[in-house]
C-alpha cells in the first residue's frame, strides 16, 4: 500500500487499465494474442480469467489444451485453435472489493478478393467502374490505389458499396496505369492483382 506523508495508509479499489466493460478482440487460429486483463489498486489486486468454468492454469497447458499463459501479469493466448474463441469473463479483487469484464474473444477470418478488378481501355472523357467484392470477418475497409498512390474522393474519383466499388469520371489520359485495391481488417490485408486502365 501506498502512504502519504502525514502516514496514513491510502486504499485503492480495483480499476482495470482498460475500463471498457465489454471488450471484443478478433483473431484468427494460430494467432497469439494479449488479454487486457491488468488492473491496478491498493492492495495490489489479484487478477483471475476464467471462460465458463475453466480457469488458465499458471504458464501450462489446462486440460482441455488451450494454450495460456502469464507473462509479466498479462494473460497470453498462444497459438489459437476454434475452442479458445468465446467470452471470457477477468475479475480483479483485493482487499476493497472486486471488479469484472467481459472479453470476446471472435473467429477472424482474412480479407478475401472474391471480385478482381479488370483491365479496361476507355475514351477519354468517359466513365469507368472497378469493382474489388470481398468478404472477412471483420468487415474489411477498402483503399483503392493507382500506380501505389492511395486514390482520395474528388470530383471525378467517388466510392460505393462500402468502398467495393471505385468510379472515375471525366477520364483523362493521366489516369491511365494500374490499378488495385487492398482490403483490410483486424486479422490480416489481402491486396488484389494489378488491374491496367488504359486512356486513349
Not at 486479422?187 to 492483382?193: Q, W, Y
Request: glycine share 8%; with cysteine.
Amino acid at each position: 500500500p501506498d502512504s502519504s506523508k502525514d502516514g496514513c495508509v491510502c486504499l485503492q479499489f480495483p480499476t482495470f487499465d482498460d475500463p471498457t466493460p465489454t471488450t471484443q478482440i478478433y483473431m484468427a487460429v494460430g494467432e497469439t494474442i494479449n488479454m487486457p486483463c491488468n488492473a491496478t489498486g491498493s492492495p495490489s489486486p489479484s487478477i483471475s480469467l476464467k471462460k465458463q468454468t475453466t480457469v488458465p492454469r499458471r504458464g501450462r497447458r489446462s486440460r482441455d489444451k488451450r494454450n495460456f499463459l502469464i507473462l509479466n501479469g498479462r494473460y497470453t493466448i498462444t497459438n489459437a485453435v476454434t475452442m479458445d474463441f468465446g467470452t471470457y469473463v477477468c475479475t480483479a479483487t483485493n482487499g476493497l472489493g472486486s471488479v469484472s469484464k467481459q472479453i470476446e474473444i471472435v473467429k477472424g477470418v482474412v480479407p478475401n478478393i472474391a471480385k478482381q478488378p479488370q483491365s479496361s481501355t476507355n475514351n477519354i472523357g468517359s466513365t469507368v467502374q472497378f469493382r474489388c467484392v470481398n468478404t472477412g470477418v471483420p468487415s474489411p475497409t477498402v483503399t483503392w490505389y493507382r500506380n501505389g498512390k492511395a486514390i482520395g474522393v474528388d470530383s471525378r474519383h467517388q466510392f460505393s458499396s462500402n468502398g467495393e466499388i471505385l468510379t472515375i469520371s471525366n477520364l483523362q489520359t493521366t489516369d491511365s496505369g494500374t490499378i488495385e485495391c487492398q482490403a483490410s481488417n483486424a486479422v490480416g490485408v489481402t491486396t488484389s492483382r494489378e488491374a491496367v486502365l488504359t486512356v486513349a
